[in-house]
């Protein structure tokens, strides 16, 4: 059962222009912890994201709502309350690390790298599933071209893999609705797996 988005609890400032600009090439640690019940991981980070320090932090970035709205999370969290997801199963990553401004300025060789650290990730964590956030990016970091939305064939590392659709803003193909669609069959999937 899908619920509609709340207002967050709380923001945080604003980086400004200045400072998203700056934050080209930097990274985010990730939020993560063994055993989770799904890492989730974004492509890259935005600029934004980097100047803040905290995932999926742009605003009309819809991780943070589709997350809700598929009830991963009992309310909407903000990007500052991302420390809170381990206590609740999840976390996040990314394929590549290095912030960009857009992911289409990552080369070939970022993502198949990406798609090896990713790996590795998986087999220290050992998340329960893998959920990537974009199939483009999928396709091109496990070299897996006819890739589709939705679980995979092959697991990572011994993990499964689900492949969800990028929130970002810029992705108009998924609106909001649609996302937590699909946020919610991961969530039932992992659910019944867990049983």
């Not at 090439?25 to 994201?49: E, K, M």
């Not at 609740?88 to 993502?111: F, K």
């Not at 999928?138 to 939705?150: C, I």
């Amino acid at each position: 059962m899908t619920r509609p988005p709340t207002e967050p609890a709380s923001t945080a400032r604003r980086p400004s222009a200045d400072e998203v600009a700056a934050a080209a090439g930097r990274t985010i640690p990730d939020v993560a912890g063994r055993d989770l019940l799904v890492l989730f991981s974004g492509i890259n980070p935005s600029l934004y994201s980097a100047a803040t320090g905290h995932h999926f932090a742009r605003p009309g970035n819809r991780f943070w709502p589709a997350l809700h709205g598929a009830g991963f999370t009992d309310r909407l969290l903000t990007p500052s309350e991302q420390h809170l997801l381990p206590g609740l199963g999840l976390g996040i990553t990314n394929v590549v690390a290095r912030a960009t401004a857009r992911a289409d300025e990552l080369s070939p060789a970022e993502y198949a790298e990406g798609g090896a650290q990713l790996t590795e990730r998986v087999a220290r964590l050992r998340p329960r599933c893998l959920a990537v956030l974009g199939v483009t990016a999928y396709r091109a970091a496990f070299r897996r071209p006819k890739a589709r939305l939705g679980p995979q064939d092959e697991a990572l590392a011994g993990v499964p893999v689900w492949v969800l659709p990028n929130p970002s803003g810029l992705n108009a193909h998924f609106q909001l609705p649609a996302l937590i669609s699909e946020f919610a069959a991961l969530r039932a999937a992992t659910l019944r797996r867990q049983r």
